[in-house]
T-cell receptor
C-alpha cells in the first residue's frame, strides 16, 4: 500500500483483557518497528523485525508483550492481561532496507486505553 | 547509551517569526540525527536527517537543521512560521542502525 496502515485506530480494553494490534507495512519493506508513545512523551522503541526475524525485542516492557511477523509482511503486537500502564499510542514503522540511509515511514498508530 | 535532550517542551511563536527548536545529543561517535513532526492523531513524519554528508541539512516545509559537533547540537529552524507549523516536534538519534531514541518533544503553537 501507499503507507503504513495500523488497525484498530482506537482500542478500549478492560484491565486483564488481551489485545492484538495490527500493522500493515509498505509492501516490500524489509524492516518493521514497533514503538510505544505514552501521553506527552516521545516514542519508545519496543521491537524490530528484519523480514520475519525479530532481531531486537529489548524494548518490550514485560513478558506480557509479544510481537510477530510470521511471513515478513504484516505484524501483530499482542498484549496479554492488559494493565492501566499499557495505555499509550502504539506506533508501527517500516523501512525499505536495513540501512539508516533509508527513512522510516510511520503509521498513524493505535491508541490503546485500558480501563 | 545515546540520547537526545530537547530544551523547552512548549514554544510559542508569532506567524512570520523565526522558529527555533533546540536539540542536544549525547554520543561518543557521530550519530545519525533526525527531526520528526507529529500532527494531532497522526504518525510521525520525517522533516530531515543528518547522516554526516553535510552539516547544514535542509528538510521539507522550509525547515533546516545544523549539526554542530563541538556543541553536540542539532537545532531545528525555520525563518518564518506558518500557522500550519503548529504541531509537536521530536528530535531523534540512532544508537545503532535501526533503533531511534527520541527526545520528549516540543509543542509549537503559532499565534496569528
Amino acid at each position: 500500500g501507499a503507507g503504513v496502515s495500523q488497525s484498530p485506530r482506537y482500542k478500549v480494553a478492560k484491565r486483564g483483557q488481551d489485545v492484538a494490534l495490527r500493522c500493515d507495512p509498505i509492501s516490500g519493506h524489509v524492516s518493521l518497528f514497533w514503538y510505544q508513545q505514552a501521553l506527552g512523551q516521545g516514542p519508545e522503541f519496543l521491537t524490530y523485525f528484519q523480514n520475519e526475524a525479530q532481531l531486537d525485542k529489548s524494548g518490550l516492557p514485560s513478558d506480557r508483550f509479544f510481537a510477530e511477523r510470521p511471513e515478513g509482511s504484516v505484524s501483530t503486537l499482542k498484549i496479554q492481561r492488559t494493565q492501566q500502564e499499557d495505555s499509550a499510542v502504539y506506533l508501527c514503522a517500516s523501512r525499505a532496507w536495513a540501512s539508516n540511509n533509508y527513512g522510516y515511514t510511520f503509521g498513524s498508530g493505535t491508541r490503546l486505553t485500558v480501563v | 547509551a545515546q540520547s537526545v535532550t530537547q530544551l523547552g517542551s512548549h514554544v510559542s511563536v508569532s506567524e512570520g517569526a523565526l522558529v527555533l527548536l533546540r536539540c542536544n545529543y549525547s554520543s561518543s561517535v557521530p550519530p545519525y540525527l533526525f527531526w520528526y513532526v507529529q500532527y494531532p492523531n497522526q504518525g510521525l513524519q520525517l522533516l530531515l536527517k543528518y547522516t554526516s554528508a553535510a552539516t547544514l541539512v535542509k528538510g521539507i516545509n522550509g525547515f533546516e537543521a545544523e549539526f554542530k559537533k563541538s556543541e553536540t547540537s542539532f537545532h531545528l529552524t525555520k525563518p518564518s512560521a506558518h500557522m500550519s507549523d503548529a504541531a509537536e516536534y521530536f528530535c531523534a538519534v540512532t544508537p545503532n542502525d535501526y533503533k531511534l531514541s527520541f527526545g520528549a518533544g516540543t509543542t509549537v503553537t503559532v499565534r496569528a
